[in-house]
Nanobody, 120 residues
C-alpha cells in the first residue's frame, strides 16, 4: 500500500500562485508515476498533470498547460505542482494520485484532497 499526503492548498486571488506538495509513504519502491486531478462542485474529476517517476516525463491537462508545472524529488518521494496565473475556474479540490504502472489511466492510490479557492 501507498499513502499520499498532500499539502499547500488554500485561497489566493486570481493571477496569484500556489504550490502543492504530495509525499508518498509505504510501498514506494514500485512507484511509477504521480499526478494530480481536480474536481469542482457539480463537475467531473479532471486530469491536471502527471510525472513519470523514472524518466520525469510530464503531461498536462489542456486547461493548465503553460500555467502549471509538475516536478518531483526522487529522494523524498514527493512531487510538487507549481500553479501560476491562477484563474477562478481553477477552484476545486485537488487530489494527488500515484500508480505502480506507467499505463495511462491507471491510478491505484489517492490522497484525501486539498481545497484550492481562487477569488477575484
Amino acid at each position: 500500500q501507498v499513502q499520499l499526503d498532500e499539502s499547500g492548498g488554500g485561497s489566493v486571488q486570481a493571477g496569484g500562485s500556489l504550490r502543492l506538495s504530495c509525499t508518498a509513504t509505504g510501498r514506494t519502491s514500485s512507484l511509477s508515476k504521480m499526478g494530480w486531478f481536480r474536481q469542482a462542485p457539480g463537475r467531473e474529476r479532471e486530469f491536471v498533470a502527471r510525472i513519470l517517476w523514472s524518466s520525469r516525463i510530464t503531461a498536462y491537462g489542456l486547461s493548465v498547460t503553460d500555467r502549471f508545472t509538475i516536478a518531483r524529488d526522487n529522494a523524498k518521494y514527493t512531487n510538487y505542482l507549481q500553479m501560476n496565473n491562477l484563474k477562478l475556474e481553477d477552484t476545486a479540490v485537488y487530489y494527488c494520485a500515484s500508480s505502480d504502472s506507467i499505463t495511462a489511466g491507471e491510478w491505484e492510490y489517492w490522497g484525501q484532497g486539498t481545497q484550492i479557492t481562487v477569488s477575484s
